[in-house]
């Protein structure tokens, strides 16, 4: 899996473990809401700071991001996350 498509799946999990609709992860990031969902589906090509941003966005360490187990978990989610998440 390419990097770019490990950073997006682990921030759609670590959102989605944070019950944040995208609305509400974009305001946290001060992304625009259609960059995280770009972001999302491995197709935004970030930058160093970017994914920093991310990473503190979430509170945990930048690696996380490009671990692959989790990112295969995040394969296992609906393509729509948001409806599942508790507003």
């Known amino acids: 899996m390419d990097a770019m498509k490990l950073v997006g799946l682990n921030t759609k999990w670590h ?19 259609a960059y995280i969902s770009i972001i999302e589906t491995g197709d935004a090509n970030l930058t160093c700071k970017n ?11 930048t690696k996380q991001l490009f671990e692959e ?9 609906p393509t729509r996350v948001d409806k599942y998440i508790r507003q």
């Open 69 to 77: 187990k989790t990112a295969l978990k995040a394969k296992k989610l």
């Open 15 to 33: 959102r989605y473990q944070e019950g944040l609709t995208q609305e509400k992860f974009a305001e946290r990031t001060k992304f625009k809401m």
């Open 51 to 61: 994914i920093d941003t991310i990473a503190k966005s979430f509170g945990i360490e």
